[in-house]
């Protein structure tokens, strides 16, 4: 069973930056593809980007690429999203998540992919 925390949400201003952390506790973290999702009110939540197990590709959808960037530190188990250039669009609850998935020509993860989900954390973006 793996325990995944998420935290670094919060409020900011259009055109801001945040950086979100998800640590991982309770299983091998290296072993399992990372990803991000979001879900804002009264949407389903969507995929966001995905990090190989090593760390060495990426994928990410098209709304945040560019703005969006997800790496992770298998030393310490724990997955980062850095969020630059902010938009209200973005405001939702952010949850990590792990895969026990191949990860090779499909990087796009749907949820049942997904083996263990955090608890989401809030970030809102204000115009």
């Known amino acids: 069973q793996v325990h995944l925390v998420e935290s670094g949400g919060g409020s900011v201003q259009a055109g801001g930056s945040l950086r979100l952390s998800c640590a991982a506790s309770?299983?091998?973290?290296?072993?399992?593809?990372m990803a991000w999702f979001r879900q804002a009110p009264g949407k389903e939540r969507e995929f966001l980007t995905s990090?190989?197990?090593?760390?060495?590709?990426?994928y990410y959808v098209g709304s945040v690429k560019g703005r969006f960037t997800i790496s992770r530190d298998n030393a310490k188990a724990t997955v980062y999203l850095q969020m630059n250039s902010l938009k209200p669009e973005d405001t939702a609850v952010y949850y990590c998540?792990?895969?026990?998935?191949?990860?090779?020509?499909?990087?796009?993860?749907?949820?049942?992919?997904?083996?263990?989900w955090g608890q989401g954390t809030q970030v809102t973006v204000s115009s």
């Open positions: 309770g299983g091998t973290f290296s072993s399992y593809v």
């Open positions: 998540a792990a895969g026990d998935t191949t990860y090779g020509s499909r990087r796009y993860l749907r949820r049942d992919d997904i083996t263990y």
């Open positions: 990090i190989s197990r090593s760390g060495g590709s990426t």
